[in-house]
């Protein structure tokens, strides 16, 4: 996601700053920041845009300095703006802070530090970190106290690191649930979110670990934890190539986006569910609260990926709301003239907030008068603009061409905000309550789904040369088989087909032989054994059956060629653990027919034409 590098020593630190943060430029951002120690002042400069919009406002001779902090932005809070980038500030100016991750309970603070006078002037919820720790210092603790004490008030997670006024010779940085490193020089001293920032300077890092923090002077530094229990850290040397460390080890980013599911799913759900009540949260849709509750039919419209989840939140919403849900490509929505009137809502699906169709197909819908709501990655794009409200995924910035975390994570903003409406409708809090209890759970069952990892790979070493795929499910899992089989031809130019099982019998049927796999989800839900059924109609023409079933389930193994275990959940939710053994099927068929996994031929992340 956002990136920060920072550093203290006898070099000038704008060179280093602003190098370590193209570094970071794979990332992705959209806007970028620094502050250096001047004197007895603290120089910021930020700008929209690419690092070299930054370097364009920036002359290096009047930012000199041997302290500093940058950063790169990914929007979370607050659209992309100069005036929103890091780094953020107090009321005085004295304290400059860059910060990684989501402050929970912004919003409390941010009501909090307004009524104690303080002038809050972004939209962030970093810069509440800014006030708190003025708010503690002027209350007369230590400037590290202060420090230590808004870390403990602060609910979310946090990778960040700070300059002040107050003491100008040191940075202080911090770590929980977003990664930092310590780069250890001779005299100098680097802060990074990622190794690749300062790996042109040193080697030798130290890890922060949750809760801890670090305060960095030239001399040297201590780490200790936020309740001020002193830690020794161990120096270690890193031995990766940069490509390597840009993609955090892994030798792709689809791969490495796969991996990252446990954490963007939780991200997604960070700050949204309220267990006691059994209701989630969606501040996004606050502006259309009113129409969201009251509409009488919804559309969902998107392209691709975004599509695929569309359908899945059509068996939500109509299984728990009770509203009538239609789902359309949003290519078909904007030319055939839907009929939508006032009391609908239109849900508008897009990871990058930028194609076209899908653009298209929302100002069609504002045209006739519906309310628009988009489930949108990234921050402050054209869709999130132009929509009456939403809500973001942050699922952070996805690179592999082929969608894989917006996805697990737009199905996660599909369940939240089904559990919202539902809870206004017939759903019961003592249901919520369970089903929040469930989407607790997720992040640990996908991180499970992900360890079929050596099955997987050996069923694909079994299949890679083959000509055909189909792919089959039923009920929530039918829309996974469609987006499994798209993953598959998207990297590996595998044919690929995904049907709802029982269709099967009305055509592709006629496809099965020894040669075709069959990918089938055959998960314990109200359907089981309508698919097992299904599967026995595969057997019975000879097709190659890979399985994907619930942990435990041993009445498949006779019957088919591979199973893929993995843990259940409630049946709505079910989709996000499901997927993941099918991205990695896709992801290890096309490393071994040797396809470029995150540019595969002839696609786009972002497909901003007709
Ligand atoms: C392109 C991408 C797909 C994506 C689709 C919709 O085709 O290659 O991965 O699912 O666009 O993109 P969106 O950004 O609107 O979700």
Same mark, same amino acid.
């Given at each position: 996601?956002?990136?920060?590098?920072?550093?203290?020593?006898?070099?000038?630190?704008?060179?280093?700053?602003?190098?370590?943060?193209?570094?970071?430029?794979?990332?992705?951002?959209?806007?970028?920041?620094?502050?250096?120690?001047?004197?007895?002042?603290?120089?910021?400069?930020?700008?929209?845009?690419?690092?070299?919009?930054?370097?364009?406002?920036?002359?290096?001779?009047?930012?000199?300095?041997?302290?500093?902090?940058?950063?790169?932005?990914?929007?979370?809070?607050?659209?992309?703006?100069?005036?929103?980038?890091?780094?953020?500030?107090?009321?005085?100016?004295?304290?400059?802070?860059?910060?990684?991750?989501?402050?929970?309970?912004?919003?409390?603070?941010?009501?909090?530090?307004?009524?104690?006078?303080?002038?809050?002037?972004?939209?962030?919820?970093?810069?509440?970190?800014?006030?708190?720790?003025?708010?503690?210092?002027?209350?007369?603790?230590?400037?590290?106290?202060? #420090?230590?004490?808004?870390?403990?008030?602060?609910?979310?997670?946090?990778?960040?690191?700070?300059?002040?006024?107050?003491?100008?010779?040191?940075?202080?940085?911090?770590?929980?649930?977003?990664?930092?490193?310590?780069?250890?020089?001779?005299?100098?001293?680097?802060?990074?979110?990622?190794?690749?920032?300062?790996?042109?300077?040193?080697?030798?890092?130290?890890?922060?670990?949750?809760?801890?923090?670090?305060?960095?002077?030239?001399?040297? /530094?201590?780490?200790?934890?936020?309740?001020?229990?002193?830690?020794?850290?161990?120096?270690?040397?890193?031995? /990766?190539?940069?490509?390597?460390?840009?993609?955090?080890?892994?030798?792709?980013?689809?791969?490495?986006?796969?991996?990252?599911?446990?954490?963007?799913?939780?991200?997604?759900?960070?700050?949204?569910?309220?267990?006691?009540?059994?209701?989630?949260?969606?501040?996004? @849709?606050?502006?259309?609260?009113?129409?969201?509750?009251?509409?009488?039919?919804?559309?969902?419209?998107?392209?691709?990926?975004?599509?695929?989840?569309?359908?899945?939140?059509?068996?939500?919403?109509?299984?728990?709301?009770?509203?009538?849900?239609?789902?359309?490509?949003?290519?078909?929505?904007?030319?055939?003239?839907?009929?939508?009137?006032?009391?609908?809502?239109?849900?508008?699906?897009?990871?990058?907030?930028?194609?076209?169709?899908?653009?298209?197909?929302?100002?069609?819908?504002?045209?006739?008068?519906?309310?628009?709501?988009?489930?949108?990655?990234?921050?402050?794009?054209?869709?999130?603009?132009?929509?009456?409200?939403?809500?973001?995924?942050?699922?952070?910035?996805?690179?592999?061409?082929?969608?894989?975390?917006?996805?697990?994570?737009?199905?996660?903003?599909?369940?939240?905000?089904?559990?919202?409406?539902?809870?206004?409708?017939?759903?019961?809090?003592?249901?919520?309550?369970?089903?929040?209890?469930?989407?607790?759970?997720?992040?640990?069952?996908?991180?499970?789904?992900?360890?079929?990892?050596?099955?997987?790979?050996?069923?694909?070493?079994? #299949?890679?040369?083959?000509?055909?795929?189909?792919?089959?499910?039923?009920?929530?899992?039918?829309?996974?088989?469609?987006?499994?089989?798209?993953?598959?031809?998207?990297?590996?130019?595998?044919?690929?087909?995904?049907?709802?099982?029982?269709?099967?019998?009305?055509?592709?049927?006629?496809?099965?032989?020894?040669?075709?796999?069959?990918?089938?989800?055959?998960?314990?839900?109200?359907?089981?054994?309508?698919?097992?059924?299904?599967? %026995?109609?595969?057997?019975?023409?000879?097709?190659?059956?890979?399985?994907?079933?619930?942990?435990?389930?041993?009445?498949?193994?006779?019957?088919?060629?591979?199973?893929?275990?993995?843990?259940?959940?409630?049946?709505?939710? %079910?989709?996000?653990?499901?997927?993941?053994?099918?991205?990695? @099927?896709?992801?290890?068929?096309?490393?071994?027919?040797?396809?470029?996994?995150?540019?595969?031929?002839?696609?786009?992340?972002?497909?901003?034409?007709?």
């Amino acid at each position: 996601m956002c990136g920060i590098v920072a550093y203290i020593g006898e070099r000038e630190a704008y060179p280093i700053l602003i190098n370590g943060l193209k570094r970071l430029e794979y990332r992705g951002y959209d806007s970028a920041g620094i502050a250096i120690l001047q004197d007895d002042s603290i120089r910021l400069e930020k700008q929209v845009g690419k690092i070299s919009e930054l370097e364009k406002v920036i002359q290096p001779e009047q930012l000199r300095g041997r302290v500093g902090i940058a950063h790169t932005r990914w929007a979370t809070h607050g659209e992309p703006t100069v005036n929103n980038a890091h780094p953020h500030r107090d009321c005085t100016g004295n304290i400059a802070l860059v910060h990684n991750g989501i402050i929970e309970n912004y919003a409390t603070l941010k009501m909090m530090l307004q009524e104690k006078g303080h002038q809050i002037t972004t939209d962030t919820d970093t810069e509440i970190i800014a006030h708190l720790i003025e708010e503690l210092y002027q209350n007369g603790t230590s400037f590290e106290e202060a #420090f230590r004490g808004a870390l403990l008030e602060i609910e979310g997670t946090y990778g960040l690191a700070l300059i002040s006024k107050y003491e100008p010779d040191r940075i202080y940085a911090a770590r929980k649930g977003s990664p930092l490193v310590v780069g250890v020089g001779e005299n100098e001293f680097f802060v990074a979110s990622d190794a690749a920032a300062i790996i042109a300077h040193t080697r030798n890092v130290l890890y922060l670990e949750d809760g801890e923090i670090a305060i960095i002077s030239r001399e040297g /530094f201590v780490t200790k934890t936020i309740e001020n229990e002193i830690i020794e850290k161990k120096i270690e040397r890193i031995a /990766f190539d940069l490509e390597r460390i840009e993609k955090a080890g892994y030798p792709h980013f689809m791969l490495k986006e796969i991996y990252e599911q446990p954490r963007t799913v939780a991200d997604c759900m960070r700050g949204r569910l309220i267990e006691d009540e059994g209701v989630t949260r969606l501040g996004g @849709l606050n502006p259309i609260l009113h129409n969201v509750l009251r509409a009488r039919k919804i559309f969902i419209t998107a392209c691709g990926t975004s599509y695929h989840a569309g359908l899945i939140g059509e068996y939500m919403i109509e299984e728990y709301c009770r509203i009538p849900v239609e789902v359309e490509y949003a290519s078909e929505f904007r030319y055939r003239d839907p009929i939508i009137s006032d009391d609908n809502l239109v849900v508008v699906i897009s990871q990058s907030g930028e194609t076209a169709d899908t653009l298209a197909a929302l100002r069609e819908a504002k045209r006739k008068g519906a309310t628009v709501m988009g489930i949108v990655n990234v921050v402050g794009s054209s869709i999130a603009r132009e929509t009456h409200g939403g809500t973001y995924i942050h699922a952070g910035p996805e690179i592999g061409v082929a969608s894989t975390k917006a996805f697990t994570s737009q199905v996660t903003a599909l369940a939240l905000f089904t559990v919202m409406v539902a809870r206004t409708k017939t759903m019961s809090a003592e249901e919520g309550r369970r089903i929040i209890k469930e989407m607790k759970a997720l992040p640990q069952k996908v991180e499970q789904a992900l360890q079929s990892d050596p099955i997987i790979q050996e069923i694909a070493r079994a #299949f890679k040369d083959k000509r055909n795929f189909l792919y089959l499910g039923r009920g929530y899992n039918y829309p996974v088989a469609l987006e499994g089989a798209l993953k598959l031809k998207e990297i590996s130019y595998i044919h690929a087909e995904g049907y709802p099982a029982a269709e099967m019998k009305h055509g592709p049927i006629a496809l099965i032989d020894e040669d075709m796999p069959v990918v089938v989800i055959a998960t314990r839900d109200s359907t089981y054994d309508k698919i097992v059924s299904n599967i %026995q109609e595969v057997k019975a023409r000879r097709g190659r059956v890979i399985a994907v079933v619930s942990e435990g389930d041993d009445q498949l193994n006779d019957l088919v060629d591979y199973t893929i275990p993995i843990p259940t959940t409630l049946n709505f939710l %079910q989709p996000i653990v499901s997927i993941i053994p099918l991205q990695l @099927l896709a992801y290890h068929i096309a490393v071994l027919r040797g396809c470029n996994v995150d540019q595969p031929r002839n696609l786009a992340k972002s497909v901003t034409v007709e």
